[in-house]
Nanobody
């Protein structure tokens, strides 16, 4: 059974930084599209950043220039580097892997941006 385990969330002041990690128990991370989603209280889950099979990256307009998605295929880990955090970035952040055959979700990690 595939498991995705996120970590790295926490409480940070506005303007601060965090790096989220998602470790996946898959045989080959490179055959999946990896996406970070977030869900704030009372809001729908939204896509934040994604990285394709070939390593192309895409970002929601709200995080462009502040968030960076990356992956380490050997470590089977997807990262989300977040800088210049704002209170509106507060949410539970989820890692997702998908391809034509499967889709997997992690349990989420809480990010709270508050002074």
């Amino acid at each position: 059974q595939v498991r995705l385990v996120e970590s790295g969330g926490g409480l940070v002041q506005p303007g601060g930084s965090l790096r989220l990690s998602c470790v996946a128990s898959v045989s080959n991370l490179a055959v999946y599209i990896a996406t970070w989603y977030r869900q704030a209280p009372g809001k729908q889950r939204e896509s934040v950043a994604g990285i394709t099979f070939g390593g192309n990256r895409n970002y929601a307009d709200s995080v462009k220039g502040r968030f960076t998605i990356s992956r380490d295929i050997a470590k089977k880990t997807v990262y989300l580097e977040m800088i210049s955090l704002k209170p509106e970035d507060t949410a539970v952040y989820y890692c997702n892997l998908r391809n034509s055959e499967n889709a997997y979700w992690g349990q989420g990690t809480q990010v709270t941006v508050s002074s």
